[in-house]
């Protein structure tokens, strides 16, 4: 079992530009979550996949937004980067039938130049 | 509202020293809590979990106590070891599996 695997491992942007990371769940699991954790910071939950629906949302603005594809894996997107984006950003899997159980991806690291 | 509040760090530590890492909350429902620990340049390991108040989880040494009339969850080492030098996070998750996290507590731990 690969566990959750995140893609790209780092990542350098300009200011304005766009950019798309990837999560792949681990197997069986059905629900995506992803966070943002800012140096020096505890993660901060950005939003959750279910059934390729947004399920829940964070408090981050509609720059950023997701995908979640059949096979469960998903996407984050970014539009009009700011350096405040820059962070660590990752990917958590779950099974939606429990509520106590996340597995957390090495992450993305994220820095706008 | 859902929050958590951990020890300010950073803390630093002889071998074989004990270990109190204090974690807070404040929670709507029943809360599950944890603590998971994060090595330079990686993700979040859970390192482990309660989900009832009184719940003790426990793991490579490490334990902490699910207390709900102080809204605490300590984690504590008997004796650590260079090996547990990272980043701390207490965590706490409600319904739905959105997981709110503490800033951290980094840990160095020095022969």
């Known amino acids: 079992d690969a566990g959750v695997t995140q893609s790209p491992t780092h990542l350098i942007k300009t200011r304005g530009q766009q950019v798309t990371l990837r999560c792949s769940p681990k197997?069986?699991?059905?629900?995506v979550s992803w966070y943002q954790q800012a140096l020096g910071q505890g993660p901060q939950f950005i939003f959750q996949y279910y059934e390729e629906e947004e399920r829940q949302r964070g408090n981050f603005p509609d720059r950023f937004s997701g995908h979640q594809f059949p096979n469960y894996s998903s996407e984050l997107n970014v539009n009009a980067l700011l350096l405040g984006d820059s962070a660590l950003y990752l990917c958590?899997?779950?099974?939606?039938?429990?509520?106590?159980?996340?597995?957390f991806g090495q992450g993305t690291r994220l820095t706008v130049v | 509202g859902n929050s958590v509040t951990q020890m300010e760090g950073p803390v630093t530590l002889s071998e074989e020293a004990f270990l109190t890492i204090n974690c807070t909350y404040t929670a709507t429902g029943y809360p599950s809590l944890f603590w998971y620990v994060q090595y330079p340049g990686e993700g979040l390991q859970l390192l482990l979990k309660a989900t009832k108040a009184d719940d003790k989880g426990s793991n490579k040494g490490f334990e902490a106590t699910y207390r709900k009339e102080t809204t605490s969850f300590h984690l504590e080492k008997g004796s650590v070891q260079v090996s547990d030098s990272a980043v701390y996070f207490c965590?706490?998750?409600?319904?739905?599996?959105?997981?709110?996290f503490g800033t951290g507590t980094s840990l160095t731990v020095i022969p």
């Open positions: 965590a706490l998750a409600n319904t739905g599996n959105q997981f709110y």
């Open positions: 958590a899997s779950s099974p939606l039938s429990s509520d106590t159980e996340a597995f």
């Open positions: 197997s069986g699991h059905d629900t």
